[in-house]
């Protein structure tokens, strides 16, 4: 069983940087692929960055050259550093596991096994 806890969200002017953090614990497997996704009242749930056991990554279009995907395999934590936020990233962020291989980094979000609870980021003058 694994649980994941996201950390760093906040409320912040356009144009601001947050770093969120998810803490994984638990047995993590060899094979893996790890995302943040995130969701607005209303909306379908949408990826946002993924990253997998190899390292390879993979983002939303909206977030290319914003937001950077890392994990530290020591500490076991998967972040998110958002740059330039803008106020349509608003949102409830969500850090998510699978197990496996998989095609791409970024997986729809119900290929996903485990979830946190997320964090919010609101992003507003």
């Known amino acids: 069983q694994l649980q994941l806890r996201e950390s760093g969200g906040g409320s912040v002017p356009p144009g601001s940087s947050l770093r969120l953090s998810c803490a994984v614990s638990?047995?993590?497997?060899?094979?893996?692929?790890m995302g943040w996704f995130r969701q607005v009242p209303g909306k379908e749930r949408e990826g946002v960055a993924g990253?997998?056991?190899?390292?390879?990554?993979s983002y939303n279009d909206s977030v290319k050259g914003r937001f950077t995907i890392s994990q530290d395999n020591a500490k076991n934590t998967l972040d998110l550093q958002m740059n330039s936020l803008k106020p349509e990233d608003t949102a409830m962020y969500l850090c998510?596991?699978?197990?496996?291989?998989?095609?791409?980094?970024?997986?729809?979000?119900?290929?996903?096994?485990?979830w946190g609870q997320g964090t919010q980021v609101t992003v507003s003058s």
């Open positions: 998510a596991y699978g197990i496996g291989t998989a095609i791409a980094a970024l997986r729809p979000w119900d290929e996903y096994n485990y």
């Open positions: 638990g047995n993590i497997d060899s094979a893996y692929y």
């Open positions: 990253i997998d056991s190899d390292g390879m990554t």
